[in-house]
C-alpha cells in the first residue's frame, strides 16, 4: 500500500486529502500541529479507517518538530510527501479582499511567520523527509503554491507577504525537481489548488475541496519526469512563473 505524509491535514484542503487518499486505500501520515485535538472529522477518520491512518505531531515553524518526526518515521518509505500547511498570515483575505496586506500596512513579525510556514516549512520538510521518499515507490514531493504566486498573473497588486512566500516556495520547488531528480529520482513540482472554499478561500471561493483535492490527486498520480519543475493548477492546466 502506497504511503502519504502531508502537512496541514487538521482541515482544510490538508484534510480533504487525507480523506481522499485513505479512500484510495493509503496509507496516510496525516501531519497536525496538535493531534490530541483534532477535529471530530479527523476522529471519525481515524475510527474508519484505524491503522491505515497516523496522526502525526508536527509544526511546520519548529523545525525540531520536523527533525523529531523524521526520527518516528526513519524506517518507513514515504511515496509523496505534499506539504499543504499554509498561511495567509493575520487577517483574512476573504473578509477583507485587497484592503487585507495592503502596501503601507506590512508587519514584519507577520511577514516572518508567512515565511516560516510558506516557505522554510516545505524546504525543512523535503531535506528532514528526503531519504524516506527516496526509498519509497513513487518518490514525489508537491508543495501547495499559489496562482497569487504568479509574478506574470500579477494584475492587480497587494498581498505582499503571501505572494513573495508563494513565488519564493515556487523558486525552491523549480531548483529541487532538478537536484532531487538527479540526485535521487524523486519528482518534486509546485501545485495551485484553485480558489477553494476553505477558511482560508473563504465561502465565495470557485470551487470546494474535493473538486480541487480529486484535480490535485489525479496531477500527482500523473506526475512523471516531463512534469516536474513545473508549476501546476489542480485541474492539469499549467500556469506561467
Ligand atoms: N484555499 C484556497 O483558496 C487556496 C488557494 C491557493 C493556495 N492555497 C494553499 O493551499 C494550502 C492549504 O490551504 P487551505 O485552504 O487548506 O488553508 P486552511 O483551511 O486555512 O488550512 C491551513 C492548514 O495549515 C495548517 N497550518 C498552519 N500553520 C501551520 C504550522 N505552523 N504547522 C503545521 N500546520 C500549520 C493549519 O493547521 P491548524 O488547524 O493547526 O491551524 C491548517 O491545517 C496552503 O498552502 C494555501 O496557501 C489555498
Do not use: C
Amino acid at each position: 500500500m502506497p504511503s502519504l505524509l502531508i502537512t496541514g491535514a487538521s482541515r482544510g484542503l490538508g484534510l480533504e486529502l487525507v480523506r481522499q487518499y485513505l479512500a484510495d486505500g493509503w496509507e496516510v501520515h496525516a501531519g497536525m500541529r496538535d493531534p490530541a485535538a483534532a477535529s471530530d472529522d479527523v476522529r471519525t477518520l481515524k475510527k474508519t479507517y484505524g491503522d491505515a491512518l497516523h496522526l502525526q505531531r508536527v509544526d511546520v515553524e519548529d523545525h525540531h518538530s520536523i527533525e523529531a518526526l523524521a526520527e518516528r518515521l526513519s524506517t518507513e518509505a514515504i511515496d509523496v510527501l505534499i506539504n499543504s500547511a499554509g498561511t495567509m498570515g493575520s487577517g483574512s483575505f476573504a473578509e477583507q479582499g485587497l484592503q487585507f496586506g495592503k502596501f503601507g500596512s506590512s508587519d514584519y513579525q507577520d511577514w516572518d511567520r508567512v515565511f516560516h510556514i510558506n516557505v522554510f516549512g516545505p524546504m525543512k520538510m523535503a531535506e528532514a523527509f528526503v531519504e524516506h521518499i527516496a526509498r519509497s515507490q513513487q518518490k514525489k514531493i508537491v508543495t501547495l503554491t499559489s496562482i497569487l504566486g504568479s509574478i506574470e498573473k500579477n494584475r492587480i497588486g497587494g498581498l505582499y507577504a503571501y505572494r513573495a512566500s508563494k513565488a519564493a516556495v515556487n523558486a525552491i520547488m523549480r531548483s529541487m525537481a532538478i537536484d532531487l531528480a538527479r540526485s535521487h529520482g524523486i519528482k518534486a513540482t509546485a501545485l495551485h489548488p484553485g480558489w477553494v472554499r476553505t477558511d482560508m478561500g473563504g465561502p465565495n471561493a470557485d470551487i470546494d475541496a474535493p473538486t480541487s483535492a480529486r484535480g490535485m490527486k489525479d496531477l500527482i498520480a500523473r506526475l512523471d519526469e516531463t512534469m516536474v519543475g513545473r508549476y501546476w493548477m489542480y485541474d492539469g492546466s499549467e500556469l506561467p512563473w
